[in-house]
């Protein structure tokens, strides 16, 4: 068994490194498993513009600065390392076991994030898993889709971004969404409306509608859709389908251990990201109340060690109520 | 009367700056109010290394940073802009007053930050009105000092990393501290340790010891210093005492409008940063529960937003609980 940790991070997105880059700061030792390579999901975004203070970086290129930022004061990152489960012993540390190692630490703070949403329907696994058509992130796979067509479904931000990006490589691309309005900002809404409304513009609207069914011999071929109004289907011919609705959250390995919501997202204080484990928090996408932005992800990283800090201080902490004089930055 | 704003934001620092930078690219008519210039306190800080992503860089560049980026898209920015007081009408709308100006808005967020905490000594405000020793800032008034001795006051991350400064520029520096440790990281509390170790060392530490009073004959003299274990007083002949005692939040103007703690800082619901007031947000050092880190203040900035945007689509969400459904960023 390894010598115990101070803080294990589970996760090495940007809430887990912008944990472990305090934790490691202030000379915890510290230690972030990261189920695949660190970043996560933001690895999947190639134009990030609301990271205040970074006019344009890409998601690996921020991740990578994360990174350093955070080795440099010792972090320990295991990359490929995914934790199957978390014990409470009565000691009060905290087990963290993988597939081949056993760690233990007086802190956890999970951070797992979340993962792309599916929309369920036929042909969706098939094709996905046999890489023909079927994907979730527009700036990883659009080079594949020069000049071929390709349907798109959904409505957020994510979604208004990456089929203006694919419109860029595509011949023809045609958005479908369930609604008619747009969950993304405003600004998306514009740029995604001014290129629909562009002269032969190779970007049309479905709306009112939902993709049924994803077709095909051996690769995607076309796409069924039917409009939730009308009850209508029609059939799209097209050589790919972008999947762009959400997330879910990574926790199924802590069900049990942590309360979670009706849709798994971990329960938590949003004052102090407790969870019901004394010494367990939580931070980012993957607890309730998350605004699931880059910097407000990367923050709770660094509010869970503040307040880990706190709990170190004075365990009895756990069960008290929120106090201004606790800020942990005051004198 | 100007145009109402969607979103008024009172105060120009990170969080204030963090939620402009989201209000305006969701192309809110978006307006920051600020009483000096934008940055606040972080303007006086040289060297930031816990920003996430950035490895080193001065306050006043990082400000610059998020200033272009929330004006690029097109938030508006009035410096020198005192607001003296804010009022809800029974139509939702909310009236902020300067003292030349009005201005209204469907939602404010409220970001003023915090200042210097004061020893509250004699010769303290004396001797920092004239400019003749007393300061607050050690990045700012360190080169003033060369060559002459100091006291610093003070035991949390700001008063070691500029009494550190300090030593760079002054023959010699006592700290006073009024305790055996240090609240501040540890990481600073080594480096501290290491340069009072160094041969000929010209830094000093003075524990469970208070400065005070301040005195000398029209500029800082000396310094009294009392040991708070056996209550004897002695006297340091210096040039300047920096005095770096924690912040007060900036909450005077909003007396009586919204709820504040014994300390001053604005009570909210952490989870979603709203005040009692429908509409009136709260972001940063100036809340109750605030971690007082940059990173958490920026993201407060866009967490308030991202509430903000809920609440105009539903303003009877104002008073509802916490639901993981309503994650902004969800499908």
């Known amino acids: ?9 589970i996760g090495g997105g940007p809430a887990g490194l912008g944990a472990a880059l305090y934790a490691s700061r202030d000379r915890f030792k ?26 344009k970086i890409s998601g690996p290129d921020l991740i990578e600065k994360m990174v350093n930022q955070a080795t440099q004061f010792d972090a320990e990152i295991k990359t490929s390392t995914e934790v199957i489960g978390l014990k409470s012993h009565d000691n009060g540390m905290l087990q963290v076991d993988t597939e081949d190692e056993m760690f233990t630490a ?36 659009a080079p594949f889709f020069k ?19 694919l419109t860029k490589f595509a011949s023809e691309v045609v958005m479908v969404h369930r609604r008619q309005e747009f969950r993304a900002a405003r600004v998306l809404v514009e740029e995604l409306m001014a290129k629909v409304n562009e002269a032969n513009s190779n970007l049309n609207l479905q709306l ?12 995607v071929e ?12 029609t059939t799209i011919d097209c050589d790919g389908v972008f999947v762009f609705v959400g997330m879910v959250p990574n926790t199924e390995f802590v069900k049990g251990f942590v309360d979670l919501s009706e849709h798994g997202y971990i329960k938590c204080d949003p004052a102090y990201l407790r969870t019901k484990v004394p010494g367990v928090f939580v931070a980012g996408d993957c607890r309730v109340g998350a605004a699931m932005q880059l910097v ?8 869970a060690v503040m307040w880990m800090k706190q709990y170190f201080r004075d365990p009895s902490w756990w069960n008290e109520g929120i106090k201004d004089e606790l800020a942990p930055g005051g004198w």
């Open 30 to 55: 510290t230690l972030v498993l990261e189920k695949f390579y660190p970043g996560g999901q933001i690895n999947t975004t190639d134009r990030i513009e609301n990271y205040p203070a970074f006019d």
């Open 1 to 9: 068994m390894a010598e115990p940790y101070d803080c294990i991070i």
């Open 208 to 219: 009112d509608s939902v993709v049924t069914a994803i077709e095909g011999q051996g690769k």
């Open 296 to 303: 407000t992800a990367v923050a709770d990283g660094v509010n």
């Open 222 to 233: 076309r796409a069924i859709v039917k409009n939730v109004k009308t009850d209508q289907e």
């Open 106 to 141: 007086r802190a956890v703070i999970l951070a797992p994030g979340s993962a792309y949403r599916n929309l369920d329907v036929p042909g969706e696994e098939e094709f996905r898993n046999a890489g023909a058509g079927v994907s979730y992130c527009g700036t990883c796979d």
């Open 147 to 165: 000049d071929r067509k390709v349907v798109t479904v959904g409505g957020g931000n994510t979604a208004v971004e990456d089929t203006l990006h």
